[in-house]
């Protein structure tokens, strides 16, 4: 509802995955269904985040999570990677790696709206 409330153009939520299994590990990204606005930035920060942070690349998906579906904007929801993976942890638990995955969103917000800097173009 809050969401809903504000004069947002978009939805990103950004969250951090766990599993019984260490084993699990990666980044994922999801929309409430393929096709559309909300499947393209998913696909941009998905994109965005595997070059930033070279996780398992565990794809672009989607899913009936209620952010994604009761969003009145375009949304997508962001696992940076899994808290109970020896490998991913390293990521999370890292300041530096956490502002890299903060620029990873919004270099794919720019990239997804087309609005760039001459910074971004060096």
């Known amino acids: 509802n809050m969401a809903n409330a504000w004069p947002a153009d978009r939805f990103v939520s950004i969250h951090i995955n766990s599993f019984s299994s260490s084993s699990a590990q ?10 559309g606005t909300a499947a393209n930035l998913r696909d941009i ?3 965005e985040m595997i070059a930033a942070w070279g996780l398992v690349n565990r794809g672009s998906k989607t899913e009936n999570f209620h952010v994604l579906r009761e969003t009145t904007m375009p949304a997508t929801l962001s696992e940076l990677g899994f808290i109970t993976s020896p490998v991913d942890i390293n990521k999370l638990a890292s ?17 997804h709206f087309g609005v760039f800097t ?3 173009e060096e």
């Open 118 to 120: 001459e910074e971004d």
């Open 26 to 35: 990666g980044t994922e990204t999801y929309s409430y269904a393929n096709g």
């Open 95 to 111: 300041a530096t790696e956490r502002q890299k995955a903060a620029q990873a969103h919004l270099n794919a917000l720019k990239r």
């Open 45 to 47: 920060i998905q994109s």
